[in-house]
T-cell receptor
């Protein structure tokens, strides 16, 4: 079964420092992967998605993620953290025989220290 | 583009009453909509998938008679929590998926509805 895991339920970085949020997937078929961000008491916003067109995916707000098949990873990075980046981040994988369901990872809470 | 709304954003009700939550895709047609439940500090759990004009498909462990889902049009799906109890208190989030015929099809999420059952 396809699934995603996120190492680190909570990550804390200083403002201006590199952000690295980890996501590993398990899939027997080429996966379709997503990163979503959730601000308190709000829905989810799509940051970026992997479609197999390119291994390095650029998203909104300066985030990017690199798909590494050999490591079964899709880690999210941002060169310089901003206070407004503090939120919950979810890695997700598209599953189902028709790729019609999204399974979310447990999430990583990002704190940015001024 | 790709905006999904939910109404109400927050609802408080008495135990035993029913609550209806609406999910609308504002600028696209969604043949498929999804309903999720999220407990505090936890991830989203898929409750059911609804396709316009057909019965919803519920995930294992979700009571279909308690969580009634109707997908009456290509822009509207409703979730009714029947005979709500305090344990139904949660954050309910819907998502809508436009039919693009190219993978991966992206889900767009509503802002969520906070339900508190007293």
């Amino acid at each position: 079964a396809q699934s995603v895991t996120q190492l680190g339920s909570h990550v804390s970085v200083s403002e201006g420092a590199l952000v690295l949020l980890r996501c590993n997937y398990s899939s027997s078929v080429p996966p379709y992967l997503f990163w979503y961000v959730q601000y308190p008491n709000q829905g989810l916003q799509l940051l970026l998605k992997y479609t197999s067109a390119a291994t390095l995916v650029k998203g909104i707000n300066g985030f990017e993620a690199e798909f590494k098949k050999s490591e079964t990873s899709f880690h999210l990075t941002k060169p310089s953290a901003h206070m407004s980046d503090a939120a919950e981040y979810f890695c997700a994988v598209l599953v189902g025989t028709s790729y019609d369901k999204v399974i979310f990872g447990p999430g990583t809470s990002l704190s940015v220290i001024p | 583009g790709a905006v999904v709304s939910q109404h109400p954003s927050r609802v408080i009700c008495k135990s035993g009453t029913s609550v209806k939550i609406e999910c609308r895709s504002l600028d696209f047609q969604a043949t498929t909509m999804f309903w999720y439940r999220q407990f505090p500090k936890q991830s989203l759990m898929l409750m059911a998938t609804s396709n316009e004009g057909s019965k919803a498909t519920y995930e294992q462990g979700v009571e279909k008679d308690k969580f009634l889902i109707n997908h009456a049009s290509l822009t509207l799906s409703t979730l009714t929590v029947t005979s709500a109890h305090p344990e139904d208190s949660s954050f309910y989030i819907c998502s809508a998926q436009p039919r693009t015929r190219s993978l991966p099809e992206t889900q767009y999420f509503g802002p969520g509805t906070r339900l508190l059952v007293l």
